[in-house]
């Protein structure tokens, strides 16, 4: 009995000797031979880069470079890609186009080849979006995050929510929401006898938040302020969880920060299944056929797809459709504030531009409200809209993964690399853009993209090819609304006390507010 005792004690022992084992070759593996591994293979194919350190890589030089940017702003005249990508542009300028930078053991090539983006953003199921920390996609995951026959099934569900013949049905929406925030513009401005001075973008993050709540849920911005307030806070949390190193199962620790970033997620999660189980069963009671906000629209189409099949597994479930409203709020609110508000600084900086914009949207629309057909035929609104989302693009670099040995271009890169395309230097590229690249000139798109970029895919504001964003006309039709409302009423200009930081937060945005002082036309 004491010999069947022992030799239980020596197996338990041998066996916790092998599980110790495993897993100090898979901590080595992963902070050190694979990382090595791959530097090796990468400079054979004739890229660059700092030689690999110990589970950092170059995350500690890269935060230090982007807090340093962060702590002053610039002048109006200066490149902003040194403020908003200090370390990729240190590294450009120490290793030439060719080059890697580490995101802790994790490589990633930078590619800023127009006919290399094709490749990678029109393949979308050979190169995806890589997975990341775990606890990022808390902040929304949805049709922007998945791949593969999910991303399909789910496009193909939420395509209709975005037709423009449905898009055109919003439109009083937009109307409402615009309208709210010129009377309050409009109080201001009386109060101070034809001028003011006022901080436009909390008004601009409250406009798109009131019409993406209005377009989606058929509810008002004050009734999902708690939702708006939520993925804010949720979205500055995501930005140091990228900065920091992903290391297998921390999430799981009760860090203060995890435990705020999950108690955000069940919150928002709790809120939308209210929202979203009213309206199925408003549905199923045949209540809201005369709706045509984005959530019905998408659940129609869900349960059509379900009818079609006779299968639930063909659709989404609540959890699923849960995530789309997620990514609704958040990307439909902040694509087109950060669009507006930059829109306001360079015609605030270009008043020639912005009385070019006025004269026409005084001639198509004079006084009256805008209505989608004119809003279609802006054609000098929309080249400074392509201009400004060329200069001042909301997502400064798209990322993808590689997960088996893959060509692209003459290149061979191994599974495991991370490939980024920072569309804010491909935008600003003088090879590609000329010697005016980084000068608002929005004649350039006066024959329209293509002809401007020659077929090269060198603007993708909104990404390129099958994951194009399925929000880019809403964001466009919105943008234009209000654009063309403000500047029916108003003339406006930097205010001295501006002060120009444009930084990431997801998407580029004014670190200090937008400060203009505003007249009454």
């Given at each position: ?27 080595l593996n992963w902070v050190w031979l694979r990382p090595r591994k791959l530097e090796k293979w ?64 994790k490589p990633m090539v930078i590619v800023r080849d127009p006919e290399l983006a094709r490749e ?402």
């Amino acid at each position: 009995m004491q010999k069947m005792e022992i030799g239980i004690i020596v197996l338990c022992c041998v066996f916790v000797v092998v599980v110790v084992v495993i897993l100090a070759w898979r901590v080595l593996n992963w902070v050190w031979l694979r990382p090595r591994k791959l530097e090796k293979w990468l400079r054979q194919q004739g890229l660059s880069g700092n030689s690999y350190r110990l589970l950092f890589g170059d995350l500690k030089e890269m935060s230090e470079m982007i807090k340093e940017a962060k702590s002053k702003p610039i002048n109006l005249s200066d490149d902003i890609v040194h403020r908003v990508m200090p370390y990729i542009l240190k590294s450009i300028h120490n290793y030439g186009k060719n080059l890697f930078i580490w995101l802790g053991p994790k490589p990633m090539v930078i590619v800023r080849d127009p006919e290399l983006a094709r490749e990678i953003l029109s393949k979308n199921f050979r190169f995806p979006k890589p997975h990341g920390n775990p606890l990022s996609r808390l902040l929304a995951t949805g049709l922007g995050t998945y791949d593969g026959e999910k991303w399909t099934k789910h496009r193909k569900i939420i395509n209709p929510a975005f037709n423009l013949e449905k898009l055109k049905h919003m439109l009083p929406a937009f109307d409402v929401s615009c309208s709210e925030m010129m009377s309050k513009w409009e109080k201001m401005v009386s109060e101070e006898e034809g001028s003011c001075e006022l901080d436009a973008w909390p008004y601009l993050q409250m406009l798109s938040s009131d019409v993406i709540s209005r377009t989606a849920f058929g509810s008002s911005y004050e009734e999902g302020r708690r939702i708006f307030e939520l993925q804010t806070e949720q979205a500055e949390l995501t930005i140091q969880v990228l900065q920091s190193i992903y290391i297998p199962g921390w999430r799981f620790l009760p860090t203060k920060r995890n435990k705020r970033m999950k108690e955000i997620e069940k919150e928002v999660q709790a809120s939308l299944r209210v929202i979203i189980e009213r309206r199925v069963k408003a549905i199923k009671a045949g209540e809201a056929s005369s709706n045509v906000d984005l959530l019905s629209i998408l659940l129609e189409s869900n349960f059509r797809e379900i009818e079609l099949h006779g299968d639930k597994n063909v659709g989404m479930s609540t959890k699923e459709v849960i995530e789309e409203c997620k990514l609704f709020y958040f990307a439909g609110q902040e694509t087109t504030s950060v669009l507006l508000v930059w829109t306001m600084v360079l015609l605030s900086r270009h008043l020639n531009w912005q009385k070019r914009a006025r004269e026409e949207i005084l001639k198509v629309f004079g006084n009256k409200k805008p209505d989608f057909d004119g809003l279609n035929h802006l054609k000098i609104v929309t080249t400074i809209l392509y201009e400004v989302l060329r200069l001042y693009p909301p997502a400064v670099a798209l990322t993808r993964t590689i997960d088996e040995e893959t060509k692209l271009g003459e290149i061979s890169f191994p599974a495991g690399v991370h490939l980024s395309l920072p569309i804010i230097l491909i935008h600003h590229d003088h090879e590609i853009w000329g010697d005016d690249a980084k000068e608002f000139k929005p004649e350039r798109f006066a024959e329209g993209v293509s002809k401007v970029t020659k077929g090269q895919v060198s603007f993708f504001p909104f990404g390129w090819g099958p994951r194009i964003c399925i929000g880019q006309n809403f964001a466009m039709l919105e943008a234009k609304m209000a654009l063309a409302m403000i500047l029916q009423r108003f003339s406006f200009e930097l205010s001295p006390s501006y002060a120009h930081a444009p930084y990431t937060v997801i998407t580029l945005q004014p670190q200090y507010g937008a400060h203009f002082i505003l007249h009454k036309v």
